[in-house]
């Protein structure tokens, strides 16, 4: 391969433990009619990317997604190339988007899931947006239909979904309640505008919203197990419940159904899903989401970069959610020679520790 088109990837030898991830050699794609292809400068992890790599995402699960079995969904970075029926993008733009396999040093990609990155935002910071706002926005504004003088219940307030949320929500007009983990990461959904802030690790949270506020109209949900089914008897009538964690769906829960008999909606959002199946309506989403990112209506996400080296420490710090906000990971310089063995190297542990 001559050395302008060789590229590099983070692959997963075998799913199971997050020390088989390493980068490996791969190859450049040129991009086809519709497509760009992006030199990357940053990837965003989502939680999606760990439970694959540990295995703990079935086949099926991943069959139907726009990512499929590969390690990141978003990143942001530089055009390079641009097919002949492109029109609105050209070579040398800076843009965020989705891509299979994201965690690269090049993407091609379908030119409609790249979105342009606004002037004054680093690439680093525009690697946090796809993957949270779309999530966000399309579970809060077109499934729940949240609206002005409603009170939305946001779990996990202090991640990536959770902080895009709270952004949109309160754009919407909303109260937002909001539950974290830690003191840090309740102290800093406060600063973001949170109304009034939980304790997710406490199940008194939901009898917390009915004394306090006689219960919530949507509830944004990343809990698995009993802090779940809190949750729902948390909604008021006419609710609308919006499951984003991945773990009850894969494990088949039960949910009981007396708390839907007040009119309350069930929703299962899964980004990766949408944009494959939906393409139609993820170019609306995506149209409505450029038009605040670059009226600045929305911003950049708390984050924190690792280099190329330190992967398995980012993927690590995200499983014991020791994180704030997005963990951005940035492709390696130097680039493997060919596809061989020795080509591989791996992200060694660097005893980091939060």
Not at 130 to 156: C, D, K, N, S
Not at 306 to 319: C, G, I, T, V
Not at 323 to 337: D, F, Q, S
């Amino acid at each position: 391969t001559p050395a302008e088109d060789r590229a590099a990837r983070l692959a997963l030898s075998a799913p199971g433990s997050l020390g088989r991830i390493g980068w490996v050699a791969a190859e450049r794609r040129p991009p086809g009619p519709d497509e760009v292809e992006i030199e990357v400068a940053a990837s965003g992890l989502n939680f999606r990317d760990v439970m694959f790599s540990l295995g703990l995402l079935p086949d099926d699960y991943l069959e139907d997604g726009f990512a499929g079995p590969t390690l990141g969904f978003e990143c942001a970075g530089t055009i390079r190339r641009v097919g002949e029926s492109v029109t609105g993008l050209k070579e040398g733009d800076r843009v965020m988007g989705f891509a299979p396999a994201a965690f690269a040093t090049h993407v091609t990609v379908p030119a409609q899931v790249a979105m342009p990155v606004p002037d004054g935002i680093d690439l680093a910071a525009a690697a946090t947006m796809p993957v949270a706002f779309i999530t966000a926005w399309y579970a809060l504004v077109h499934q729940a239909r949240l609206g002005r003088g409603e009170t939305v219940l946001i779990h996990g307030a202090a991640g990536g979904v959770g902080l895009a949320a709270l952004q949109i929500a309160k754009l919407r007009g909303a109260t937002v309640v909001a539950t974290a983990g830690n003191d840090d990461k309740r102290a800093l959904a406060q600063l973001l505008g949170a109304d009034l802030v939980l304790d997710s690790r406490s199940l008194a949270f939901a009898d917390e919203i009915r004394w306090k506020l006689g219960g919530v109209d949507v509830v944004l949900n990343s809990l698995s197990g009993d802090a779940m089914r809190r949750s729902l008897r948390a909604l008021k009538p006419f609710g609308r419940f919006v499951e984003l964690g991945k773990r009850d769906f894969v494990a088949d829960t039960a949910v009981g159904l007396r708390a839907f008999a007040r009119n309350v909606s069930y929703f299962g959002v899964d980004a990766d899903q949408l944009l494959n199946a939906q393409p139609g309506l993820t170019k609306r989403l995506l149209r409505e989401l450029d038009r605040l990112f670059a009226q600045r209506r929305l911003t950049p996400l708390p984050h924190r970069v690792f280099p190329a080296d330190q992967a398995e420490d980012a993927f690590r710090l995200m499983q014991g959610a020791g994180h704030i906000g997005k963990i951005v990971m940035t492709p390696p310089r130097e680039i493997p020679a060919a596809p061989t063995a020795e080509a591989r190297f791996e992200a060694q542990g660097t005893g980091f520790h939060l």
